[in-house]
T-cell receptor, first 114, second 113 residues
Framework: DTTVKQNPRYKLARVGKPVNLICSQTMNHDTMYWYQKKPNQAPKLLLFYYDKILNREADTFEKFQSSRPNNSFCSLYIGSAGLEYSAMYLC?????????????FGSGTRLLVI | GEQVEQRPPHLSVREGDSAIIICTYTDSATAYFSWYKQEAGAGLQLLMSVLSNVDRKEEQGLTVLLNNKEKRLSLNLTAAHPGDSAVYFCAVSEGDSGTYQRFGTGTKLQVVP
């Protein structure tokens, strides 16, 4: 199976409430990423795990958390959702040193915060 | 960090014509370059990935040209068909061993029958 699976496909959340998005892959990729995609904008890298090491972008450091309890699974957690979090969230995975040739994206979770 | 610009934002071509999308980047040390296709309601599909020492790569009607001196990457769809209608993104690598990618803002391509 060479796919990245994301759940749920659509998520509705209320302002101030937490949100947890889930991603899984069975390709034994060592790196998993989370991107945020808003309409007419480039996908923006939020964070990534290389093995068990979490790297978060400086400008989104305090807004998003993540966990990777095993190689196959990675979650994205928003502690208190705001309207500005409404976006498509894309998970991806790859193997370091493969020249991005195996970079694989999931179908995304569309989050709407109301 | 790396800055990536992509143009045009919108492109409409007739079926059978070619479509060219261009990206420019700022970091000449970038190691990997990729093009992705996003169809409506779907995630990003990797079309082609090239290393910085590759000037030209062709696969299945797609041609990627890389000019590292001018920091320019292009995607040429030869003989476009309606199934090619989608949003296309370029991406350039950053980080240790090109760990993660910076994306362009996308080009919405419409192929008219």
């Amino acid at each position: 199976d060479t796919t990245v699976k994301q759940n749920p496909r659509y998520k509705l959340a209320r302002v101030g409430k937490p949100v947890n998005l889930i991603c899984s892959q069975t390709m034994n990729h060592d790196t998993m990423y989370w991107y945020q995609k808003k309409p007419n904008q480039a996908p923006k890298l939020l964070l990534f795990y290389y093995d068990k090491i979490l790297n978060r972008e400086a400008d989104t450091f305090e807004k998003f958390q993540s966990s990777r309890p095993n190689n196959s699974f990675c979650s994205l957690y928003i502690g208190s959702a705001g309207l500005e979090y409404s976006a498509m969230y894309l998970c991806a995975s790859s193997s370091k040193g493969q020249g991005n040739s195996d970079y694989t994206f999931g179908s995304g979770t569309r989050l709407l915060v109301i | 960090g790396e800055q990536v610009e992509q143009r045009p934002p919108h492109l409409s071509v007739r079926e059978g014509d070619s479509a060219i999308i261009i990206c420019t980047y700022t970091d000449s040390a970038t190691a990997y370059f990729s093009w992705y296709k996003q169809e409506a309601g779907a995630g990003l599909q990797l079309l082609m990935s090239v290393l910085s020492n590759v000037d030209r790569k062709e696969e299945q009607g797609l041609t990627v040209l890389l000019n590292n001196k001018e920091k320019r990457l292009s995607l040429n769809l030869t003989a476009a068909h309606p199934g090619d209608s989608a949003v296309y993104f370029c991406a350039v690598s950053e980080g240790d061993s090109g760990t993660y990618q910076r994306f362009g803002t996308g080009t919405k391509l419409q192929v008219v029958p």
